[in-house]
């Protein structure tokens, strides 16, 4: 908050989270990083189609890394939100009930599971609630959308501390944490079991 109007140029993003095969198909070869890091956090057997973990935000962005390799980029936080949303204002998108739209604390087995598996927000985007936090290109900064520069075209906090925006809840979340609006950070090479990405094409 600040609730606000956000102008943003157009952008495709991923319908899923990147899963564990995806990342896998990426990063093979690459020279300092594993292309199968996960966890495979919970009981649940490793799958394929589950989210990509352990996965930090300089791994990411690393010189060959998947960003490099794939020519795509984190989302901002405020394309994360308006692809999260979906035109919606309430906390939830799609029926706006979270156990409809995402695996958390209260369904989840405490246990990641396989993208697609809940249902689809009204954009067509998939765990877009829960399941794993997802990396944002932002700073954190705990104020930015209070500021005039939120209140541009394509805002992006480049400053304000030394953290980096992941957003969407997780499978060890409550209801709370997988708003559409709530926001959380971490310093930029964590990895956790409960931390993957989904990245955008911006268009011209």
């Not at 943003?8 to 198909?25: C, D, G, H, N, R």
């Amino acid at each position: 908050g600040p609730v606000h109007t956000v102008s943003l140029s157009p952008f495709l993003i991923a319908k899923y989270e990147v899963t564990q095969l995806e990342y896998e198909l990426v990063m093979t070869g690459h020279a300092t990083l594993s292309a199968n890091p996960s966890d495979n956090l919970g009981p649940a057997p490793a799958s394929d189609p589950r989210p990509v973990e352990y996965v930090s935000w300089d791994d990411l962005h690393l010189d060959d890394g998947f960003l490099e390799r794939t020519g795509l980029v984190l989302p901002s936080e405020a394309q994360w939100e308006y692809a999260c949303r979906a035109g919606t204002s309430g906390p939830y998108a799609g029926t706006g009930v979270l156990a409809d739209m995402g695996w958390w604390q209260g369904n989840s087995g405490i246990t990641t599971h396989d993208v697609g598996g809940k249902q689809a927000n009204q954009f067509g985007l998939h765990d877009m609630h829960g399941n794993v936090w997802e990396w944002c290109k932002d700073v954190y900064d705990p104020t930015f959308y209070g500021k005039s520069e939120a209140l541009l075209p394509n805002p992006l906090a480049t400053a304000g501390s030394v953290l980096r925006v992941n957003r969407g809840g997780d499978v060890y979340r409550f209801t709370p944490h997988c708003r559409s609006a709530h926001r959380a950070a971490d310093v930029p090479v964590h990895r956790d079991d409960d931390i993957g990405f989904r990245p955008i094409l911006p268009l011209p």
